[in-house]
C-alpha cells in the first residue's frame, strides 16, 4: 500500500513581521518533521500553529521538491486557480482609472483594479468594492496600505457601528478591505480574526398576485409592460433583464437564456406565451437592434428607469408598499410554490447554488397556512 497519499502538507500564505511567508500547515508524523526540519531558516509560529519560512519562489520549489515521494503538497489554496477559456473578455473597470478626481483624494490602488478584471468581477461587485475600498483608504491617507494594522481596521468598522451602518455594509466595506489584502496582496491570514456583524435573516418581501397584476395594467406603454412582466414572469434579476438580447429569447423551446447571470453562471427560465404575444407586440414597435430593452440613444437600458417604471405603475395601481424589481422575483418564486412546484425547479429557474437559500420562500408561502385556524376561532367572543 502506497502510503504517501495519507501524509499530506498543505501550503499557505502568511504574512509575518510585514513580510510575506510560506506557511506549511501538516498533522503529527515524524518523516514530514525530518523533511521540514532540513529546509533552509525553517521556523514555527505559535500564532497560526504551522512552520513557515520566506514566500520566494526558489523556496517554494524546494518544498514541492523536498516532498516528492513522502507527501502530497496541497497548494489549492496557495495558488490562484482561477482560469478563463478562450476569448473570454475581462470587465472593464477603465472608468474609474479616467476619473478626474481632487489630487487630495487617495485612489484605489492600480493594482487592485487590474485584480478585479482579471478575475472577472462583475461590473456592480467591482464598483462596490472600489467605492468602500477608497472610503476606506482615505480615512488612513498618510499611512502606506501595508501598515495599516489590525487595531485601525478595526477601529475603522467600529466607526461604521456607530453610524449605524447595516451589516450589509459592514460586511462589504470588510469584504473590499480583505480583497486588496488576501487577493492583490496575497496575504490570507490578515484578518483571520476579523469579527463580521452577525447576518441578520430578514424575510423576502413578496406582493400578492392581484398586485403583480394591478401594476402590470398599470403601466404606460408596451415596452414598459414587456419589462414588468419579464421580471415576473421568469423571476429575473433587473441586471439579468437588462443583459437580455434578442437571441435570448427562445420562442421555439418556450425559453429565456440567462448568460452571465450572478456568479457569472448561465442558466434557463421560462417564457411566458403571453409575455411572448406581448414582446413580438413590442418588437415591431420599438424594433431593438441588439438589446431586448434598449435606451433611447441605443444601448442597454437603465437600471434606474426600470426601478421608475415599477415604482410609478406601482403608484397608479394604490399600491402603498415600496416595491421593487427584486420584489417580483422574491414574489415568482413565493407563487410558484404557493401554486405546488417542487423547490428544487424553482432553485434551478432563480440560480440559487445552494437549496438553503431557496427554501426561505417556504416561510413567506401561505397556502399552507390558510387552513390553519387561529385558536382565537374556538372561543365565543359574541
Known sequence: ?????????????????????????????????????????????????????????????????????????????????????????????????????????????????????????????????????????????????????????????????????????????????????????????????????????KLPKVISLEEVDSIIKNTNNIKHKCIVSLLYSAGLRRNELLNLKLADIDSKRMIINIRDGKGNKDRISILSSLVLEDLRIYYKEWKPRNYLFESPRGGKYSPASVLN???????????KKNVTPHMLRHSFATHLLENGTDLRYIQVLLGHSSSKTTEIYTQVATNQLKSIKSPIELLSLT
Not at 86 to 95: D, H, K, L, M, R
Not at 131 to 142: A, D, G, P, T
Not at 310 to 315: L, N, V, W, Y
Request: aromatic content about 12%.
Open 309 to 319: 417604471i415599477i415604482k410609478s405603475s406601482s403608484k397608479r395601481a394604490g399600491i
Open 1 to 201: 500500500m502506497n502510503e504517501q497519499k495519507y501524509r499530506v502538507v498543505i501550503l499557505k500564505h502568511l504574512l509575518i513581521n510585514e513580510e510575506k511567508q510560506v506557511g506549511i500547515m501538516f498533522q503529527p508524523n515524524k518523516l514530514i518533521q525530518t523533511v521540514i526540519k532540513g529546509l533552509p531558516n525553517i521556523k514555527w509560529s505559535k500564532k497560526y500553529g504551522m512552520a513557515y519560512l520566506k514566500n520566494t519562489s526558489k523556496n517554494v520549489d524546494l518544498i514541492f521538491k523536498s516532498f516528492k515521494g513522502i507527501a502530497w503538497v496541497n497548494s489549492g489554496n496557495f495558488f490562484d486557480k482561477r482560469s478563463y477559456s478562450a476569448g473570454e473578455t475581462p470587465v472593464s473597470v477603465n472608468s474609474f482609472r479616467e476619473r478626474k478626481l481632487d489630487p487630495s483624494y487617495r485612489r484605489c490602488p492600480e493594482s487592485y483594479l487590474l485584480k478585479l478584471e482579471l478575475k472577472h468581477y462583475a461590473f456592480n461587485t467591482s464598483k462596490t468594492y472600489i467605492n468602500l475600498f477608497e472610503k476606506f483608504i482615505n480615512q488612513h491617507k498618510n499611512i502606506p496600505l501595508n501598515e495599516i494594522d489590525e487595531l485601525q481596521i478595526r477601529a475603522y468598522l467600529q466607526g461604521l457601528v456607530l453610524q449605524n451602518k447595516s451589516s450589509s455594509y459592514i460586511n462589504q466595506m470588510i469584504n473590499s478591505i480583505k480583497f486588496y489584502y488576501e487577493i492583490v496582496q496575497g496575504m490570507p491570514n490578515r484578518f483571520y480574526s476579523i469579527e463580521r456583524p452577525r447576518k441578520q435573516h
